[in-house]
């Protein structure tokens, strides 16, 4: 699946992954931080370096899971769901520090397009 307007593509290890932000995803962002408009501050104000990975490791793992959950949903030929484990195994600091960009790319285009049908839905008339 290429949903390109919606997704940012990291690679971990030797696999590229789509990260997208869907209403699954959103609804754990909201319930961790209280919403996605907490997320940011929570991630820039992180104290400590680990807590500050952890979150960075927490939010890749959802996000790249989306994509192989929509493929698995689409397909017969079902990929296995990342693991936090997996990911900080084949990623370094340093990579993770530039994908936190590619987290909030997907962020920006997911709420992008929600907003956009918020608005479209209020300009519907109910029935």
């Not at 992954?17 to 940011?40: C, D, P, S």
């Not at 397909?75 to 530039?98: C, G, H, I, Y």
């Amino acid at each position: 699946m290429q949903d390109n307007d919606r997704s940012a593509i990291i690679k971990i290890g030797d696999e590229e992954y789509q990260l997208i932000l869907t209403t699954k995803a959103t609804k754990k962002i909201a319930k961790r931080y209280g919403g996605l408009e907490n997320l940011g501050t929570k991630l820039m104000k992180t104290e400590n370096f680990e807590m500050a990975l952890d979150e960075v490791v927490w939010l890749i793992t959802l996000l790249a899971n989306q994509s192989i959950l929509i493929h698995n949903l689409k397909n017969q030929d079902k990929r296995e769901l990342l693991t936090e484990e997996t990911v900080e195994l084949l990623t370094s600091p340093l990579e993770l520090a530039a994908y936190k960009d590619a987290i909030m790319e997907a962020m920006f285009k997911g709420t992008k397009r929600n907003v956009e049908s918020e608005d479209d839905l209020k300009n519907t008339p109910a029935e």
